[in-house]
């Protein structure tokens, strides 16, 4: 078994960054428009919201029910895909819209039909996992933080 981490979140990297265009409203510190959401695996300090940011991964050896013969070297990866979007606290706008338009454009490219690629590793299956908010109050912003978890079987012996 291989640690499948780096091959993973470089192929959601590579399919989310730049790919993931959403219409939203002025949102604190964004004009209205169309806007390409940035994706991020280490955010920096002087970030401008909203962004996609790659977060916790995990790896477990396949369900027995999940393996065939034909995959018995399948390990199933959990990746969190994290939404943050942020409102000036002095403005009365804070929605979780931005976050379910990005996350619905998110969706779209990581749950299509043709399954993402990964390096040296066959996708065997990609499924949603779970979605979640959290809501945080800052100096600043009231951030709204909506996280999507994606589980992969994947084939190591591909």
């Known amino acids: 078994m291989i640690d499948t981490s780096a091959p993973v979140r470089t192929a959601y990297y590579t399919a989310l960054n730049g790919h993931v265009t959403v219409t939203l409203p002025a949102i604190g510190d964004v004009a209205a428009g169309a806007t390409v959401i940035?994706?991020?695996?280490?955010?920096?300090?002087?970030?401008?919201?909203?962004f996609i940011y790659l977060g916790n991964q995990s790896d477990e050896g396949g369900d027995v029910e999940t393996r065939?013969?034909?995959?018995?070297?399948?390990?199933?990866?959990?990746?969190?895909?994290?939404?943050?979007?942020?409102?000036?606290?002095?403005?009365?706008?804070?929605?979780?819209k931005s976050a379910d338009d990005i996350a619905n454009e998110v969706l779209k490219i990581v749950l299509a039909s043709t399954p993402l690629t990964f390096v040296g590793l066959?996708?065997?299956?990609?499924?949603?996992?779970?979605?979640?908010?959290?809501?945080?109050?800052?100096?600043?912003?009231?951030?709204?933080?909506?996280?999507?978890?994606?589980?992969?079987?994947?084939?190591?012996?591909?």
């Open 68 to 96: 065939t013969k034909d995959n018995k070297g399948a390990t199933e990866h959990l990746i969190e895909i994290k939404i943050v979007s942020g409102f000036l606290t002095s403005e009365d706008n804070a929605s979780f």
């Open 122 to 158: 066959g996708n065997v299956t990609t499924s949603l996992e779970s979605m979640s908010y959290d809501v945080d109050r800052n100096d600043t912003h009231l951030v709204i933080e909506k996280t999507i978890v994606i589980r992969h079987l994947l084939d190591q012996d591909y």
């Open 38 to 50: 940035p994706v991020y695996s280490h955010v920096p300090d002087a970030v401008v919201y909203p």
